[in-house]
């Protein structure tokens, strides 16, 4: 029963899944090679933030966080020359505020002058949600749910 045939199917099978557990290196890397253009490659075209202050006690001691992003968010769009209504996703990590600074981003994001129909959603963790932000607008873009997203972070300790 080992006939050519049938040794053939089998190596042909073993052949593709050793091709799985040992893509090419092309295959390995879904983002594509660093130095590449692609025309589906994700860009950042602006990176802003607000000065760093003392905890407690700095010069934006009272200053809410929706102050601090309302500004940040204005910077983004108005020194990219992005037009408000183009972004299709504003994404905001933080930690420690309350309701996940749901109620806040929302707030700031329209203080920047974004109109309704410009969702945001707010996620709270621990530890780097202003850089989990970033990658799931990145992701979003990617897959191509949308073309133009904001990530960003607030904090105020």
Same mark, same amino acid.
């Given at each position: 029963?080992?006939?050519?045939?049938?040794?053939? *199917?089998? *190596?042909?099978?073993?052949?593709?899944? @050793?091709?799985?557990?040992? #893509?090419?290196?092309?295959?390995?890397?879904?983002?594509?090679?660093?130095?590449?253009?692609? #025309?589906?490659?994700?860009?950042? +075209?602006?990176?802003?933030?607000?000065?760093?202050?003392?905890?407690?006690?700095?010069? &934006?001691?009272?200053?809410?966080?929706?102050?601090?992003?309302?500004?940040?968010?204005?910077?983004?769009?108005?020194?990219?020359?992005? #037009?408000?209504?183009?972004?299709?996703?504003?994404? +905001?990590?933080?930690? !420690?505020?309350?309701?996940?600074?749901?109620?806040?981003?929302?707030?700031?994001? &329209?203080?920047?002058? &974004?109109?309704?129909?410009?969702?945001?959603?707010?996620?709270?963790? !621990?530890?780097? *949600?202003?850089?989990?932000?970033?990658?799931? @607008?990145?992701?979003?873009?990617?897959?191509?749910?949308?073309? @133009?997203?904001?990530?960003?972070?607030?904090? *105020?300790?």
């Amino acid at each position: 029963e080992y006939g050519g045939t049938r040794l053939s *199917s089998m *190596s042909s099978r073993i052949a593709r899944i @050793v091709h799985h557990l040992a #893509p090419e290196q092309a295959a390995a890397n879904p983002m594509g090679q660093v130095g590449n253009q692609s #025309p589906d490659d994700v860009v950042i +075209v602006a990176a802003y933030r607000t000065a760093i202050t003392k905890a407690r006690k700095g010069n &934006f001691k009272d200053t809410t966080p929706d102050d601090l992003l309302a500004a940040v968010l204005s910077a983004v769009v108005d020194k990219s020359g992005c #037009p408000r209504d183009a972004v299709g996703d504003i994404k +905001v990590g933080n930690c !420690q505020l309350g309701g996940a600074f749901a109620g806040g981003a929302r707030i700031a994001q &329209f203080r920047a002058g &974004f109109p309704v129909e410009v969702p945001v959603m707010a996620l709270n963790r !621990q530890c780097s *949600s202003g850089l989990t932000a970033v990658a799931e @607008v990145a992701a979003a873009i990617k897959s191509g749910m949308i073309d @133009v997203g904001i990530g960003a972070g607030v904090e *105020s300790m």
